[in-house]
C-alpha cells in the first residue's frame, strides 16, 4: 500500500511539474523575479534610511549631553570661585555622569555610522545588480519573443501547428477519396465494358457492339460523302446542258444583245448610205 501511495504521490508530481512547465511563461518569470529584486532593494534603502535616523538622533542627544557637560563646568567653576566647594563638586559629579553618557552614545554613535555605510554599499551594489538584471531581462524577453514568432511562422510554413496540421489532414483525406471514387469508376466501366456487368437500363454495349457500330458509323459517313460528291458532280453537269441548250435555243435573226454593237462597223461598211436620194 505505501509502494502504491509512493508512485500516486510521483505521478501526481509529474504531471503537476509538467503542467506547470507547459504553463509557464520565461517573461512573467523574469518580470516576477524583477519585481522581488526592487522589493528588496526598496527594504534597503528603507534600512538605510532608518539607520540614519537613529544616527541623527543620537548625534542630538550627545549634541545636548555635550551642552548640559559644559554647563555643569562653568558652573563648579564659579561655585569654587565663590568658595563653595561642595556646589563645585556637586556640579563635577554630574558632569562626569553625563560624560560617561556621551562616550557610550559616542561608541553608539560610530557603531550606527559603520552600519549606514555598510548598508549604503549593499545598497550600490544591489541597484547595480539590479539593473543589469533589467538589462538582461529585457534582452531575454526580446529573444524568447523573437524565438517564439519564429518558431510560430515555421510551424505554420511546415504544417507542423495543429491548425496547418489539422487542414493538411484533411486535404489528405480528400485527395484519397477522390482517388478511390476515381478507381471505383474505372473498374465499374471496364467490367461493364467486357460484360462482366449487366447494365439494367440496356444502354451499355459489348466491345464487338462497340466496335461494329464505329464500323457503321464510318461507313455512313463515307456513303454520306459520296452522296455530297455525286449530288455536286450531277448539278455542274446539269448547269452546263442547261447553259448549252439555251444558247442553241435562240432564233437565227435575234443576235446577244453585245452582237450589234460588235457587227455594226461591219453593217456600216457593207451597206453605204445612198445621200443622192435626198
Known sequence: MSGVMKRMGMLFRAKANKALD???????TLDYSYQKQLELLQKVRRGVADVATSRKRLELQLGQLQSQS?????????????????????????????QQQVTDLETQHQTLQSEEEKLTLAAQRLQ????????????????????????????AF??????????????????????????????????????????????????IAAELDRLSGGTDVELELQRMKAELAGGSTQQQ?????????????????QAPQAQQPQNQQQTPPDFGKH
Open 241 to 257: 446542258a442547261i447553259e448549252g441548250g439555251g444558247t442553241q435555243q435562240q432564233p437565227q435573226g435575234q443576235q446577244p444583245q
Open 128 to 155: 547595480a545588480k539590479v539593473d543589469a538584471f533589467r538589462t538582461k531581462k529585457e534582452t531575454i524577453k526580446a529573444t524568447y519573443t523573437a524565438a517564439q514568432a519564429q518558431t510560430r511562422i515555421g510551424e
Open 158 to 207: 511546415s504544417g507542423i501547428s495543429e491548425e496547418m496540421g489539422d487542414v493538411g489532414l484533411a486535404i489528405q483525406r480528400a485527395e484519397d477519396k477522390t482517388a478511390q471514387l476515381q478507381a471505383r469508376a474505372g473498374a465499374i466501366d471496364e467490367l461493364m465494358a467486357s460484360g462482366a456487368l449487366d447494365d439494367p437500363t440496356g444502354m451499355a454495349k459489348d466491345d
Open 70 to 98: 559644559s554647563k555643569l563646568e562653568d558652573q563648579g567653576r564659579k561655585a569654587l570661585a565663590l568658595g563653595r566647594e561642595d556646589l563645585a563638586r556637586e556640579a563635577l559629579s554630574r558632569r562626569a555622569a553625563l
Open 22 to 28: 507547459r504553463a509557464e511563461d520565461p517573461r512573467e
